[in-house]
């Protein structure tokens, strides 16, 4: 059964948590990348105006989230010094990725007033890096299907940065609903297909209830060895759950499979159905009404849509931040406020794992 509470963009993570829970929470590790073999993605320095092109690079990796943001930014640019859950205290990284703004102002106008791209009058950050001599340009969006208005200039983005980057793949990543049970919290599904649901004003699109697929399949070379050796488990606690239950409902009818400390060894899985797209924050129950979905997400349908329409290579690769929920606990207000504890404050680590998905994906191939 499926719930709507808030979306994805407006769920602050850790700035809603306590000094004293944060004292709990570990920081992301430092990657020793010699455990696989391997080196650190190498910083390209690329300075240029807001209103400049995009540059011509072989990949484009796109991810949405602060949380998953942080997490990104720690797996390509700073993966040599641990990065603290408190990211939002000390957020000096973000000053190294260059702002994109080129064509920004024609549509600035039709945005809602609290659209996250309006603070900085742009579509989001870059940066770019080499793997493995692949030129990587790493974008973060501001723009998203559930804040920007019934346009969904969202599609703008990503045909600039299709046309101006002429990349060979394209890829979107981050934080997910679970659908399918098993899938625990930090697992990584990747597939090559979306569908949207959409609601509300894009109920009547053309294009809804379409999935928008390509023949893309990942090289798959480094994904064992990653997920022995660097895939982190999510450090989830009974301790933790009880602090986050505390003004929800009692923990043991919240608990399943998915979440609990002891069962939880993330995953990765190479998926041959869809994410499902939807305009708002929707979670699933343990009961598989939605197991036909590799996760439940709220932007990549736009991505395979548009880069059909261009036949642009793109793969999704979605990171589990809120497993199915116990479907045995009927009530929906209950449902919804744990899934989002559960996403606020685990989506940061969940991301590490997507993020070095992504990488390895890049990088055998």
Not at 70 to 88: G, K, L, Q, W
Not at 248 to 262: S, T
Not at 292 to 313: G, L
Request: aromatic share 10%.
């Amino acid at each position: 059964m499926m719930r709507v509470i808030k979306t994805r963009y407006k769920v602050n993570h850790a700035k809603d948590l306590s000094p004293e829970f944060l004292k709990k929470m570990p920081p992301l590790p430092v990657i020793d990348w010699k455990k696989i073999e391997s080196k650190s993605p190498q910083q390209v320095t690329t300075k240029q105006n807001k209103d400049d092109k995009l540059p011509k690079v072989d990949v484009v990796i796109i991810t949405w989230t602060e949380a998953e943001w942080a997490a990104f930014d720690h797996v390509f640019c700073n993966s040599e010094t641990e990065m603290p859950f408190a990211y939002y205290e000390n957020d000096s990284w973000q000053n190294s990725w260059n702002l994109y703004g080129r064509g920004y102002e024609k549509i600035e106008s039709e945005l809602p007033a609290d659209a996250p791209s309006k603070k900085n009058q742009s579509w989001g950050r870059f940066r770019i890096v080499l793997i493995n001599n692949h030129r990587v340009l790493l974008f973060k969006s501001d723009m998203h299907i559930t804040t920007d208005g019934p346009k969904i200039p969202l599609q703008i983005l990503i045909e600039n940065i299709v046309q101006e980057c002429s990349p060979d793949l394209l890829l979107t990543i981050g934080t997910a609903g679970g659908t399918r049970t098993g899938d625990v919290l930090g697992t990584v599904n990747i597939t090559n297909k979306a569908h949207f649901n959409l609601g509300g004003d894009f109920k009547d699109e053309k294009f809804n209830c379409n999935t928008y697929s390509n023949n893309w399949r990942p090289s798959t070379d480094l994904l064992p060895s990653l997920k022995s050796n660097l895939m982190i488990k999510i450090p989830i606690t009974f301790d933790i759950l009880e602090d986050l239950a505390k003004n929800i409902h009692p923990l043991k009818d919240l608990l399943d499979k998915e979440i609990e400390p002891d069962y939880v060894l993330p995953e990765y899985n190479i998926l041959d159905i869809p994410a499902f797209t939807t305009n708002e924050y929707e979670i699933a129950t343990n009961d598989n009404h939605y197991d036909e979905y590799a996760c439940m997400e709220m932007d990549d349908a736009v991505i395979a849509m548009v880069c059909s329409k261009n036949n642009q290579t793109f793969g999704i690769v979605r990171n589990i931040s809120d497993p199915v929920i116990n479907h045995l606990l009927h009530n929906k207000e209950i449902q919804q406020k744990w899934a989002e504890a559960i996403f606020g404050t685990f989506g940061f680590y969940t991301s590490f794992n997507g993020a070095l998905a992504a990488w390895a994906i890049v990088a055998a191939s």
